[in-house]
């Protein structure tokens, strides 16, 4: 057995770059920037005003109860034609310019009206409720470093600079393959004896589009090795990463094994994790091949481990390893201390006591308990419990399944 940390590596390295290309922002969530964002202005690139309220100059409010004259109205969107001088105010909105003269806006909540004039009932410091030119992004500064995978969020900020066509990795395109004669379509009502449906397939497309690529979906195969070459061959030439599952164990109907076995260049490991010891890794035809086990937990597994690091490093991105934060053991957890184990965890409790607790069984085919989990709780080698109250990391590998923060509505 080799470790996982080990075998990761390697994968990670043999990894080529993908070559780039522009997109509009408004598609980019999801893509990895391949070219730092600068931006070419000040953001916000005019002074405003915080709040709404009266722009005014501090000197004319460093006491309490200033009656100035209002000059003018001035909203978002519009400039003031008039200047504040000293005694003068002029009534502004959220997000207006400063007008020329004014360097100070006092919250309308702290002002009376007085027929044409204001009375200002607080002492108000200069440069209060101002928001400064630059004061969110400089002209010239580095927004966004290449290797950046863009969230919506990170769109808002493109749409802020008038970054409308970043520069991001191309998709990595990944053809995906199932293999088991017992393999039927998931829309078969009536399974025959033997038969199960397939959750491998449609579970990695949304996982492999999860991580950037474009999927390309070459069915299920069965476990014929004529079959399963010539759909190797096609995949080898029209894309640019190969993920099968099911076959690369030890048994006799093992057919990707069979097929694969004596081809130079692809390497049946045992890694030393669980689930998701057996693995498949090569390249085929110069795209890189991933095996991975048919047990769907273990597919789940594996995949995260070398499957999406593998495509985000393809895509330049710096950050291809899930968060691992520390949180407290719930309950003993019995492992197996020669192997990394990856235990599907529900999360319990709140800051600063969140307690893992496992989410069910711990069997790979048990996908429900996958479902329902929260997170890996990630107990490494050379470890064999961790006892109630210890403290223990978990890989936040899924949006959180039970700690949505519920409404009582
Ligand atoms: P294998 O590695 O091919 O021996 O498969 C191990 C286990 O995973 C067996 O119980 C298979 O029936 C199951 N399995 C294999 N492929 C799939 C799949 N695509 N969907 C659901 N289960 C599968
Ligand atoms: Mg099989």
Redesign the pocket.
Known sequence: MRPLEAVRTEILKSMRRLETERVPFSESVGRVLAEAVVSNQDVPHFANSAMDGFAVRATDVSEADAVLEVLADVPAGQVASVSVSAGQAIRIMTGAPMPDGADTVVRVEDTAAEGDKVRVHTVVAEGKHVREAGGDVRAGQVVFDAGLRIDPVHVGVLATLGVVDPVVSRRPRVGVM???D??QPPATSDLAPGM??????P?LVGLLEDAGAAVIDYG?IA?DSDELRAALGRAAVETDVIVT?????M?D????KLVLRDEAGVDFIKVAMKPGK?LAFGHLGGAPFFGL????V??VVSFEQFVRPALLTMQGASAVLRPQVSVVAGERLVTDPEKTVFLRVRLEGDAPAVQAIQAGGQA??V?SVAAAADAFAVVPRGVETIDEGEPVLIELFRSPATREHRLDI
């Open positions: 199932s293999t088991g017992e393999l199960i449906r397939d959750s491998n397939r579970m299920r476990d599952s099911g076959g690369v164990s048994g109907y093992d057919v990707t057996p086990p048919g047990n769907p273990s597919v790979s085919n996908l």
